[in-house]
């Protein structure tokens, strides 16, 4: 089955009230355990790709990677570029067979994020390709992304910003962040204005980034075998399933991706001291992110049997 673009998985998502998920990738193992997960789950699925994540691996060997899994699979799949830095990446994605791609101008002036964005949608549209734009900023730092403080959507900009750019979709900031240390007091999201942004934009497929709930269990497993991961906390997956139902229809997860392989790697290297065969502690790794991403699919998202 070829790439396809989010489109049609976004308004069903939208109309049924749940989200569909958007795993960061970064080797082999880690795609085998996500698409296994979706095909028992029998939900659709985005599979995204970072800048960091174009240089560890190469584009090419993701490609072809993904490229495996659709011989091998019968699920909608989506490939997208996460966090798109500027209009030459987004080309190079979209050249190289990329369905959709998101562009962060988040951390320009309003204009300038307009313009930017525009020139991304003017060249992938005819293309057949998505554009994901993000207005207001996420705290904290995953791969290149980084910033020191939340700067909330503002809602009438929103919409003043998809009818200028002609954007498909809008990563809003409503209180998630980056990476494993999300909040240091009580976890909480800003649905009024989630509320008022899906209002304000009917039918309009909304995102959520820095969406990883930190499971505290992954984060004991790890630091009880080693590891030292002190004050991690996420996004309480209650929230997130409240976002799902509510104009989100797409939720980013990649720290609960790489906890998930960590902490199952330590334990196993730490219970098993004469093993060296990578074979051996990649595979419960790769267990781990499948139970892990059918975890979200069941309880986060909602996507279980939407096919």
């Known amino acids: 089955m070829p790439l396809v673009s989010p489109k049609e998985m976004f308004a069903k ?3 049924g009230g749940y989200a569909i998920g958007a795993f960061n990738v970064n ?3 880690i ?3 996500i698409i296994s997960a979706a095909e028992t789950e029998r939900s659709p699925l985005i599979l995204q790709v970072s800048a960091g994540a174009r240089r560890y691996a190469g584009q090419t060997y993701i490609l072809k990677l993904v490229e495996a899994a659709l011989e091998e699979s019968d699920l909608p799949i989506c490939l997208h570029l996460d966090h798109g830095q500027d209009f030459d990446i987004c080309k190079k994605v979209i050249d190289g067979g990329f369905t959709s791609v998101m562009i962060d101008g988040s951390h320009l002036p309003f204009e300038e994020n307009i313009a930017l964005t525009k020139e991304v949608v003017e060249y992938a549209h005819p293309r057949g390709v998505w554009v994901e734009a993000e207005l207001g900023q996420l705290a904290g730092v995953e791969d290149d992304v980084q910033a020191e403080e939340n700067v909330y959507t503002n809602p009438d900009e929103a919409v003043e910003f998809v009818e200028r750019t002609g954007c ?9 962040s980056h990476g494993a240390y999300k909040f240091s007091g009580q976890p909480r999201l ?12 009917p039918e309009f497929p909304l995102v959520l980034h820095g969406a990883s709930t930190v499971l505290p269990e992954l984060v004991d497993m790890a630091n009880s075998y080693g590891g030292q991961i002190a004050g991690a906390k996420g996004v309480p997956e209650d929230l997130l399933r409240q976002a799902a139902k509510s104009g989100v229809c797409k939720i980013n997860i990649d720290t609960d991706i ?10 196993f290297l730490a219970e098993n001291p004469a093993e060296f065969d990578p074979r051996k502690y990649l595979k419960p790794a790769r267990q781990a992110v499948q139970d892990m991403v059918q ?6 998202l909602g996507s279980s049997n939407t096919l």
């Open 13 to 15: 998502a939208y109309a």
């Open 27 to 29: 080797n082999m193992e």
């Open 31 to 33: 795609i085998q355990g």
């Open 168 to 176: 498909d979709s809008l990563a809003i900031a409503i209180g998630t």
């Open 190 to 201: 800003d649905l009024e204005r989630l509320e008022t942004i899906t209002t304000k934009l």
């Open 258 to 267: 790489r906890l998930a392989m960590t902490a199952n790697i330590r334990k």
């Open 295 to 300: 975890h979200k699919i069941e309880t986060v």
